[in-house]
C-alpha cells in the first residue's frame, strides 16, 4: 500500500469515527435516566447465566451488595457458587439444589422448591441494600409453571427503584419479555457440544 | 382444578421429562471430548462481554489461572477490573486503555496499541498455566483491521490443548466464526437506553 492509500485510508476512517462519535455522544446525552433496569437474557444458545454472573462482577466491582438465587442449578457445585461463597459480607447466594428437573422427574417436589426459592428472591427484592439480583434460570421454573407469572413481576416491580434485576434461562414467557427494559436473545450459531466436546468446568459451570 | 386434573398434569410432566433425560443422557455420552474450547460472543444484543466475566468467574472458582486482555475498553474504570485486580495471583489483567476509536479518531495510535495489546494476549495464549483467556471486543480491532486475523487464528490454534478462550465483541470476522467451537449471536430484542435510561456501573461497565 503507497503512503498516499495509506493516507486517503486515515481520513476516511477518521470522518467515518467522527460521525459516530456525534451519533453516539447524542444518544447518550437523550439517555438520562438513571434508575434500576431489568434484564432478560433468553434464547437457546450460550451466555444467559455467564452474562448474569458477569454482572455480578461488575456490581462487586463498584462495591454493590449481591443477590443470587439459582432455581434449577445447584445439585452439582458449581464454579459460580464456589466462587461468590468466598465473599458472604458482599454476596448472599442460594442454590435450589435439586438439579435440574429431567433428573428429578418429580413435579411437586420441583413446584415447592421453586416456591421457597422464590421466597428467598422476593426477600433480595425488598431489600434497598441489595443493588443487584440475579434469578438465574427462572424463566425454565416459569415455563413449566413451578412459579405464578403474575406474582413474579408484581414482586420484580415493586423492587426498590435503583436495584437491577436480571433473569435467564430459556423460554422466558412473553410477559416477562414485555416487562424488561433490556433483553437479549443468545442465539445459538454453533456449540462444542454439538461436536462431541464435553461441557467442562469453568465453560459450562 | 380438580384432583385427577392435577394427577393427570404431573404424570404428563413425568412422562416429558423422563423422555428429557433420555436424551440428554445420549447426548451427555457422546460428547466425550476433553479439551480447551474456542469461544466467540457476537452480535448487537447486551451480554458479550459480561458472559466473558461469568466464565471468568466459573474459571476462578475452579482455580484456575486466567488472563484478560481488553482491546477496546480501558479509559475509564470498569467494575470488572476493579473486581479483578483484587486477585493479582489469579487474574492477569490488561486494559488497553484508549477508549473506544470514536472517541480517539486516531487510527495509527489505535493500530499501535492493538498490537501491543496482541503480543500480550500471545503471551497468554502460549502459558500453559493459563487455564481461561478472555479477549474482550477483540472482533471490533479484527473488523477495523487493526490486527491481522490470520494471524490472531493461528496464535489461537496453537494455544495448550487445555486452554479456553473466549473472544467478545461486534462483527465478528467470518474466519473467526468459522475456526471457534461455540459461537453465540447476543441478539437484541431491546435495550433500555434506547427508553432513555442511561448506561450504568454493574450493568454496562
Not at 93 to 102: D, K, Q, S
Not at 106 to 135: H, K, N, S, Y
Amino acid at each position: 500500500m503507497s503512503h498516499t492509500d495509506d493516507q486517503g485510508r486515515t481520513e476516511r476512517h477518521n470522518e467515518r469515527m467522527a460521525r459516530k462519535k456525534e451519533i453516539m455522544d447524542a444518544r447518550i446525552a437523550a439517555a438520562s435516566e438513571h434508575r434500576g433496569v431489568f434484564i432478560v437474557n433468553c434464547g437457546n444458545g450460550k451466555g444467559k447465566s455467564s452474562s448474569g454472573f458477569g454482572m455480578v462482577m461488575r456490581g462487586l466491582g463498584h462495591e454493590m451488595q449481591v443477590g443470587v438465587v439459582q432455581f434449577i442449578k445447584g445439585a452439582m457445585s458449581t464454579g459460580e457458587e464456589r466462587f461468590l461463597r468466598r465473599f458472604p459480607d458482599e454476596v448472599q447466594f442460594h442454590a435450589m439444589g435439586e438439579g435440574y428437573t429431567w433428573n428429578t422427574q418429580d413435579r411437586e417436589r420441583d413446584v415447592a422448591r421453586a416456591g421457597e426459592a422464590w421466597e428467598i428472591a422476593r426477600q433480595m427484592l425488598q431489600d434497598p441494600a441489595i443493588g443487584l439480583v440475579l434469578l438465574d434460570e427462572l424463566n425454565i421454573a416459569l415455563k413449566y409453571k413451578y412459579i405464578d407469572v403474575e406474582q413474579v413481576l408484581a414482586d420484580i416491580a415493586a423492587r426498590p427503584p435503583q436495584q437491577h434485576v436480571i433473569v435467564t434461562g430459556r423460554g422466558a414467557p412473553q410477559a416477562v419479555i414485555d416487562a424488561a427494559d433490556t433483553v437479549t436473545e443468545m442465539t445459538l450459531v454453533k456449540h462444542a457440544f454439538a461436536a462431541g466436546i464435553a461441557a467442562q468446568p469453568g465453560v459450562e459451570w
